[in-house]
T-cell receptor, first 116, second 113 residues
Framework: GAVVSQHPSRVICKSGTSVKIECRSLDFQATTMFWYRQFPKQSLMLMAT?????????EQGVEKDKFLINHASLTLSTLTVTSAHPEDSSFYIC????????????FGSGTRLTVV | QKEVEQDPGPLSVPEGAIVSLNCTYSNSAFQYFMWYRQYSRKGPELLMYTYSSGNKEDGRFTAQVDKSSKYISLFIRDSQPSDSATYLCAMSPYRFGNEKLTFGTGTRLTIIP
């Protein structure tokens, strides 16, 4: 099946700094990737849909200037949390699907962000 | 009413028991159904996917879909402690394509040795 690699798995940063999270489709091309946020003991919350070569589509209530998404190639999407604050601390997960297959969506292993 | 309802649990069963996890949905456009398993602090792992009513079996896991009742189930036979995780159902209107998924809230399952 398809493999999605996410990096880093864990990051700690200071308030006010920016953090970049990478999501790569290892053995397939992904024109679309999804970014989720998950709070402890809660389900996944879709933040945005990342489209290769075009602007991301953000869900209602998600600040596009704070969560910058770049999908510059068919195998890489990045999420940058800008001017991070402690309330941005969370588990961030990306997902993608191999085009034109009926295989399910594959998720990365997630990134635990802690802002101190 | 949420589009997808899933009992959050927690659910605890003894090792070897049959586990039944369920989701109901209200959107009749959903045609593609998935079950994910998520261990603590890990990304969700795809267990099963199906796009038609009926049963689909894979080892100890059976996914069941009843579109007429808008009800899906995941059965785990001979449950093992390693099955302890959160199980998420997910749905999409499309079998192919890249539409966003709609998730249930997840059910936390603990298998007691």
């Amino acid at each position: 099946g398809a493999v999605v690699s996410q990096h880093p798995s864990r990051v700690i940063c200071k308030s006010g700094t920016s953090v970049k999270i990478e999501c790569r489709s290892l053995d397939f091309q992904a024109t679309t990737m999804f970014w989720y946020r998950q709070f402890p003991k809660q389900s996944l919350m879709l933040m945005a849909t990342s489209n290769e070569g075009s602007k991301a589509t953000y869900e209602q209530g998600v600040e596009k200037d704070k969560f910058l998404i770049n999908h510059a190639s068919l195998t890489l999407s990045t999420l940058t949390v800008t001017s991070a604050h402690p309330e941005d601390s969370s588990f961030y997960i990306c997902s993608a699907r191999e085009q034109a297959t009926n295989y399910g969506y594959t998720f990365g292993s997630g990134t635990r962000l802690t802002v101190v | 009413q949420k589009e997808v309802e899933q009992d959050p649990g927690p659910l605890s069963v003894p090792e070897g028991a049959i586990v039944s996890l369920n989701c109901t949905y209200s959107n009749s456009a959903f045609q593609y159904f998935m079950w994910y398993r998520q261990y603590s602090r890990k990304g969700p792992e795809l267990l099963m996917y199906t796009y038609s009513s009926g049963n689909k079996e894979d080892g100890r896991f059976t996914a069941q879909v009843d579109k007429s009742s808008k009800y899906i189930s995941l059965f785990i036979r001979d449950s093992q402690p390693s099955d302890s995780a959160t199980y998420l159902c997910a749905m999409s209107p499309y079998r192919f394509g890249n539409e966003k998924l709609t998730f249930g809230t997840g059910t936390r399952l603990t298998i007691i040795p």
